[in-house]
C-alpha cells in the first residue's frame, strides 16, 4: 500500500503533495538541494529516482500495480556504496557507504538466473531489510525473500511475478515456486543469508555454507522450519572449520548414545526413589497397622490424627527423617546426572563445535523442579503439620488451663 506522503507514482517518480510536511525537507536540507531531490511541478513535487539516493522504495515496492520487473529497474540502478537514505522518523538523510551488494551480485553469479538479467539484481539486502524485519509489510518481506532464493537456489527461472527455485544435489533436488505479492513466503530465510555473507569467517567461506544449506534443504524437502536448518548448518560448518568433518554425524550418533545414556541415569533414578518410597509407605503401613493393633476400635481415626504420645512423636520424627534422607538421596543423584550433562554440553559445544541449539534438541537439562520433588515435599510438609499441630493444640490447651482468661 502506498504511502499517504505519496499521492501518486509517474514510472518510478514518487509525486507528493506541495503542502507535504516534507516540503520544508526537501527545500531547506543540504543533501536535497544539493541533488535537487525534489522538482517542484504544477501537480506536486517530483521525486525521481536517482543512483545515490533511497527514498520511498519502501511504498514503491508496496503499490500493489508495480510488478517484479518495475521494481527490479528501479532498484539496480543504486550505488550501494555511497548512498544518502532517507529516515522517515527525523526527516534526515544519513550516509551508508558500505553495503553487502558487492557480494551479493558475486555469490548469485555462480548461479544459473533465467528471466532477470544479474545486472538486474543489484541490491543491498541490509539496506533494504534495515529496521525491523517483521514490521515490513508483506510485499517488502516476500521480495527480500526472493532476493535471498536468488542466492540460496542453483538455478532459477523467472516468468513475470513467478518464480521457480531449485536446489540440487548430486542425487537429489527439491523446487520451490512462488508468485511475488501471492504472500506464500517464509520467514528465517534473511538470517541465513545474513549468516552466510556477514559472517566471513575465511575468504571462500560462503560456498562452504551455501552447500550446506543447499543439501539440508533438498534433505528436509521444504523451507519450513529454516531456524532448525540454520542452527544444523552452523554445526556442520563448524565442524568444517574446526578440521574434524569426517567425525561430524558420527558425533550425531554418539549425541544420540549420550541421550539414551542420560535417560537412563534418569530412570534408574526414578526407580531408585520409587523403591525407596515403597519401603517407606511399607513402614508408613505398619505404624497404622501398629495403632490398629493397640486400640480398642473406639475413636481409632481420632487416634492416628491427633495422637500427642511420646511414640507417636517419635514415630513421625523418625517418618520425616527418612523422608528427607531419601529427598537428599534423589537430588544427589539429579546434581550427579546434571553435572554429566554439563561436561557432555562442554565436550559437544565448546569442543566438538556442535550448536547449543543442536544439542539442546537431543539432551534436555534435568531438572530439580519434577513430580517426584513435589510429591516428596507434599508428604514432608503433611507429616510436619501432623506433628506440630496437636502439640501445638495440647499447649494452648495447658496454657489456658494455667492462666484462665479474665
Known sequence: ???????????????????????????????????NIAVKKHDGYHIYNKKNIWIFEEEFIDTP????????????????????????????????????????????????IRGVGYEKLNIS???????????????????????????????????????????????????????????????????????????????????????????LIIKHKKLDGLDLIKNQAESIFNRIVSGKTDHYFELQNNLKDDFIKISNMTSESNSSLNTKLFGWLTAFSLIIFDFIKESDGQNLFRRIICSTSEKTNVLLLLLIMALLIIMIMFNLDISDIRKQYQCLKDLYVNQMFISKEDFNKFIKKPSYCNMYNLLLLCLLIILVLRLLIPMILLFLVQFNIEFPLQ
Open 1 to 35: 500500500m502506498t504511502n499517504s506522503i505519496v499521492t501518486k507514482w509517474q514510472s518510478t517518480a514518487a509525486i507528493i503533495d506541495l503542502n507535504s510536511p516534507l516540503r520544508k525537507t526537501f527545500e531547506s536540507n543540504p543533501i536535497a538541494v544539493k541533488n
Open 65 to 112: 500495480s508495480h510488478n517484479l520487473q518495475q521494481i527490479f529497474d528501479k532498484l539496480c540502478i543504486k550505488n550501494y556504496d555511497n548512498i544518502q537514505c532517507f529516515d522517515s522518523t527525523t526527516n534526515t538523510f544519513n550516509v551508508v557507504t558500505k553495503s553487502d551488494a558487492e557480494d551479493y551480485l558475486k555469490i548469485i553469479s555462480l548461479n544459473i
Open 125 to 215: 539486502l541490509e539496506l533494504l531489510s534495515e529496521g525491523k524485519y517483521s514490521s515490513k509489510s508483506d510485499r517488502v518481506r516476500h521480495l527480500i525473500n526472493i532476493y535471498v532464493l536468488f542466492l540460496l537456489a542453483n538455478r532459477t527461472k523467472r516468468q513475470q511475478n513467478r518464480l521457480e527455485f531449485t536446489f540440487e544435489g548430486d542425487l537429489d533436488s527439491f523446487v520451490f515456486e512462488t508468485e511475488f505479492g501471492k504472500g506464500n513466503f517464509t520467514d528465517g530465510l534473511l538470517e541465513i543469508y545474513e549468516w552466510i555473507v556477514n559472517e566471513q569467517e575465511y575468504s571462500k567461506a560462503y560456498k562452504v555454507k551455501l552447500q550446506i544449506i543447499r543439501s
